[in-house]
């Protein structure tokens, strides 16, 4: 899973502007540089967990209203989802074989 930081930055302003605040205002709530917002907001840094969340909170929402959209999900082949589905279907002790052939193989590629 990965994080598309200008989602979050497009869904902060988005809360920003819909409680009719201006950035300074958002900064001076959550304690922050009076530009940090704006980079934020563009995508240019990327908040700590502890910025995020007094965001959040001079923006009176809460982190998974922010983060709406934001989660990117790897984009899985058929190849995947039919390898996934097989090996569901294989006992404990195959999966763990299973397992340990697959990596022997990528430890051999991968030298």
Known sequence: ME????????????RRKELH?????????????DKYLSCIE??????SL????RIC?????TPDHLLVGAIKSPD?????FALLDKFQTL???NQRLCLAFINMLNDSFND
Do not use: H, W
């Open 57 to 61: 909170n001079a923006l009176n929402t």
């Open 3 to 14: 994080l598309d930081y200008k989602q979050v930055g497009l869904n902060i302003a988005r």
């Open 42 to 47: 563009t995508a240019r840094s990327i908040p």
């Open 50 to 53: 502890e910025v995020f969340l």
């Open 21 to 33: 605040l201006k950035q300074v205002e958002v900064c001076e709530l959550a304690d922050l540089n």
């Open 76 to 80: 899985y082949s058929e190849m995947t």
């Open 91 to 93: 006992s404990l002790e």
